[in-house]
């Protein structure tokens, strides 16, 4: 009886450890761990997971101001910038293992067969500088752009990079975040994209990987995020919205799980509960549950998160798991951008730098496609970290290159 009585009054005195996944997700800048030693060719990512975690965790002021220059020196070193007589191979690459530190030039011409961008690292990159405020002014968005329609496939998907690799729907999505985040689509073909990823809606109402697939929780966020981010999610049809909802919402067991009949997993409470707060469904989940899932697979001796209870921490389920918890409200941790996938606070960072642009280009506040009072609104909201705030920014027309 006292037992239960005393298990009934149990408070966890600190059933977040903040400190400690901070400082899990800082270790991460400074050495990989010799167990990711495979994951160096993708070292872009895990700087993603880290810096935008700690950007979550309000504790980007961890990062010191020699760390925080020496990291975005580190991207720009990935950049891939051809020449007008090369393919269109821009963007970033994940490591630099194909750029020897040499003043040989000869060498260093021979290596330029060898170094083109990759989606996934592009996008990571391009998030990271902008969480860490750069302003971006290091980038030729042309050539970025270019790089991402020479992977479209006439279907309509992407592959990641020039050089042939698979092509579905995440590098639809990366594609998306690349193309809204530099403010410009080029000749990114909207309608062929928008095509593939409504032949990718399955029977059940989630979206596959790649055509006649599974429909999984990851993809249909990608695609979700992809409609949204290039202005097309109100192409959906109420019915079909509401569908997709019903798949999305039961996925939730405690946690989420990213297909039916498998086990759930802290990532997809990212993956899942994003994708329900671009449709404005997020509120009709059980937020306790979930929350107890994801704090059930944190770590706090050492810090960080892992996709099931006793599981090894790992940046990628560290990361989704604050986001995870940001959706349900958590106090202490900042509002996170569905579709984006970054702080609402590095949203507002790359809003300015659109703003900056389009004035640079002649082109005034007004053509975000909202009127000033609706922006100061959007603002207002932004400021309080509403998930809502974020659909009618998202799907502004970009001014740059009118939508196709
Ligand atoms: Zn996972």
Same mark, same amino acid.
């Given at each position: %009886?006292?037992?239960?009585?005393? %298990? ?34 993708? *070292?872009?990512?895990?700087? &993603? ?24 020196? #580190? ?16 963007? !970033? ?5 194909? =750029? ?15 170094? #083109? ?12 500088? =902008? ?14 752009? $270019? ?10 998907? &992407? ?7 698979? $092509? ?11 193309? /809204? ?11 062929? %994209?928008?095509?593939?990823? %409504? ?5 059940? /109402?989630? !979206? ?34 509401? *569908? ?5 919402? !039961? ?13 759930? $997993?802290?990532? /997809? ?10 449709? $404005? ?5 059980? /937020? ?19 996709? #099931? ?17 940001? !959706? ?77």
């Amino acid at each position: %009886m006292s037992c239960h009585i005393d %298990m009934e009054n149990h408070v966890d005195p600190e059933p977040l450890p903040f400190s400690r996944h901070a400082k899990n997700l800082l270790r991460f800048l400074n050495l990989l761990p010799a167990r990711m030693a495979s994951h160096d060719n993708t *070292r872009s990512t895990i700087v &993603f997971f880290a810096v935008s975690g700690l950007d979550v965790l309000n504790s980007l002021h961890l990062i010191q101001p020699y760390l925080r220059q020496d990291l975005i020196d #580190w991207i720009y070193g990935g950049l891939v910038v051809p020449r007008d007589n090369e393919k269109r191979c821009g963007g !970033f690459m994940g490591c630099r293992a194909m =750029v020897p530190k040499t003043e040989d030039a000869a060498l260093l011409e021979c290596m330029r067969k060898y170094q #083109w961008g990759h989606l996934a690292m592009t996008y990571t990159s391009i998030a990271v500088l =902008v969480t860490l405020g750069d302003d971006l002014s290091g980038l030729d968005r042309k050539s970025i752009v $270019d790089g991402v329609a020479a992977v479209q496939k006439k279907e309509g998907s &992407f592959g990641a990079c020039i050089d042939g690799s698979e $092509d579905d729907m995440r590098f639809v999505y990366c594609a998306a975040t690349i193309c /809204y985040m530099l403010d410009y689509w080029g000749d990114v073909d909207k309608e062929a %994209m928008f095509q593939f990823i %409504m032949r990718s809606l399955r029977y059940d /109402y989630g !979206f596959s990987q790649e055509l006649e697939g599974e429909a999984h929780g990851g993809t249909t966020f990608c695609a979700l995020a992809a409609l949204q981010l290039s202005g097309q999610l109100q192409r959906l049809d109420s019915t079909t919205v509401e *569908r997709i909802k019903r798949w999305l919402i !039961f996925r939730q067991m405690d946690g989420f799980q990213g297909r039916p009949n498998k086990p759930v $997993d802290t990532c /997809y409470s990212f993956w899942i509960g994003a994708s329900l707060c671009i449709l $404005d469904a997020f509120e009709v989940t059980d /937020y306790a549950k979930n929350r107890e899932y994801i704090l059930s697979t944190q770590d706090k001796l050492i810090g960080g998160f892992s996709k #099931w209870p006793q599981g090894n921490p790992d940046p990628f389920h560290t990361y989704l798991g604050l986001c995870g918890l940001s !959706f349900t409200g958590e106090p202490g941790l900042g509002a996170v951008h569905p579709s984006l996938n970054m702080s609402m606070a590095a949203y507002a960072h790359l809003q300015h730098l659109h703003e900056q642009w389009r004035s640079e280009n002649g082109k005034g506040e007004e053509d975000h496609g909202l009127s000033s009072a609706a922006q100061q609104q959007l603002k207002l909201k932004m400021k309080e970290g509403d998930p809502k705030a974020t659909t009618a920014a998202t799907t502004s027309n970009s001014p740059l290159i009118p939508a196709q």
